[in-house]
């Protein structure tokens, strides 16, 4: 039976992909292209910042404080940091669209979104994308913890069973697969947006 919800990530689903904007930022800053995916991927302090920032524990202006010493880049880079990492993701108006379209034709749709500080999202258009939404820093839960996948079904009024989960990272996929949702491991819109169209039963596509 088709799927009556969809959630989805933000960063990496309705923008292009994150760890090219990261790459941009090494770059531009004289550090190894992989510095900072590799920081918050196999990297003990790296990703306790990154943590900590994604619930909350640190304001923005202490995290930028704390990654730039951490990348060893000099006291006076810290300022405006988390912009410049991200100053390379453009938003994917096809995957936008998409859950526009599924929302006006019925399906409940919701964003689970770990979150990098404040003041990050334009909370104006939410309305119009989504039926609820979860952004980890408001919510002191993150990503994969199944609890932000359940309050996320919570918001949009639905069972696990009934909704379908789209993220970027196949690691934040099973704690929703787990508790009964379909996933989607995101990499391109057309592909997404077809596996989209079948799981829901909804024409998505331009």
């Given at each position: 039976m088709a799927r009556s919800g969809l959630l989805v990530d933000f960063g990496g689903v309705l923008t292009t992909n994150i760890f090219e904007s990261f790459q941009a930022f090494c770059e531009a800053e004289g550090l190894v292209p992989d510095r900072v995916r590799n920081a918050f991927r196999s990297d003990d302090e790296g990703?306790?910042?990154l943590f900590d920032l994604e619930l909350g524990k640190l304001d923005d202006a202490e995290f930028e404080r704390r990654f730039a010493g951490h990348l060893g880049l000099a006291p006076e880079r810290a300022d405006g940091l988390i912009d410049r990492m991200f100053g390379g993701m453009r938003p994917d108006r096809d995957m936008e669209m998409a859950v526009v379209m599924a929302k006006r034709q019925g399906i409940r749709t919701g964003l689970i979104s770990n979150s990098w500080g404040s003041g990050r999202y334009e909370l104006d258009r939410f309305p119009d994308l989504f039926d609820g939404w979860v952004i980890s820093g408001q919510e002191g839960i993150r990503k994969?913890?199944?609890?932000?996948?359940?309050?996320g079904a919570e918001r949009i009024g639905l069972p696990p069973e009934e909704i379908v989960f789209v993220d970027d990272l196949r690691g934040t996929l099973k704690p929703a697969r787990e508790m009964g949702m379909a996933t989607v491991h995101h990499v391109r819109a057309q592909e997404t947006i077809a596996q989209l169209e079948e799981l829901l039963d909804v024409k998505l596509g331009r």
């Open positions: 990703r306790q910042l994969p913890d199944p609890a932000i996948y359940a309050l």
